[in-house]
């Protein structure tokens, strides 16, 4: 069966450090993947999504960026974190068009 | 950006009482689904429906849509305390991204 993997669960970080969120997905090839973010009490801003190795698209321009270095890896990174950068982190994946999305446990993000 | 548009964005009811929740989105879909998230935790997929689709099934869940007005609809039938968690609608336009609506946050009275 299909499993996701998402950590930390909760991260606090000092303005102006850098940061790494990572996921990994497990039983499936060739995943879609992404990632949102989403403020307290809100809906899930997307981010980022990935087709494929080193296919990354952009949705929001802002302080963040992605990377996919594997198949089943997607990574979220920052070199400088903004007080609004806080928020609640989702990783997410799909078997492409047509199908359901299967989200991580989420990570918490306190920017102090 | 914001596809969905889900209504209301409260709602508190009676345990055993239906709940109903509203999603209007904008551009055309291949597939819209409803996500269920319980505080603090990922969203956990409840039912998809595709655009040529009018209703479908599940449980004690049932789902419409009208692709001409561009809205769905759930609704819960006999509602129970576990119930209480916040809704979201998502679409699938075709270009391999999900978008979320805001979600409706739902509140199981007992």
């Not at chain 1, 973010?37 to 999504?49: C, D, P, S, T």
Request: glycine share 8%; hydrophobic share 30%; net charge positive.
């Amino acid at each position: 069966s299909q499993t996701i993997h998402q950590w930390p669960a909760t991260l606090v970080q000092p303005v102006g450090s850098p940061l790494s969120l990572e996921c990994t997905v497990e039983g499936t090839s060739n995943p879609n993947l992404y990632w949102y973010r989403q403020a307290a009490g809100r809906g899930l801003q997307l981010l980022f999504y990935s087709v494929g190795i080193g296919q990354i698209s952009s949705e929001v321009p802002q302080n963040l960026s992605a990377s996919r270095p594997q198949d089943r890896q997607f990574i979220l990174s920052s070199k400088k974190l903004l007080l609004s950068d806080s928020g609640f982190y989702l990783c997410a994946w799909s078997t492409g068009r047509l199908t359901e999305a299967f989200f991580g446990q989420g990570t918490r993000l306190t920017v102090v | 950006s914001q596809q969905g548009e889900e209504d209301p964005q409260a709602l508190s009811i009676q345990e055993g009482e239906n709940a109903t929740m509203n999603c209007s989105y904008k551009t055309s879909i291949n597939n819209l689904q409803w996500y269920r998230q319980n505080s603090g935790r990922g969203l956990v997929h409840l039912i998809l429906i595709r655009s040529n689709e009018r209703e479908k099934h599940s449980g004690r869940l049932r789902v419409t849509l009208d692709t001409s007005k561009k809205s769905s609809s759930l609704l819960i039938t006999a509602s129970r305390a576990a119930d209480t968690a916040s809704y979201f609608c998502a679409t699938d336009s075709g270009d391999d991204k999900i978008i979320f609506g805001k979600g409706t946050r739902l509140h199981i009275l007992p």
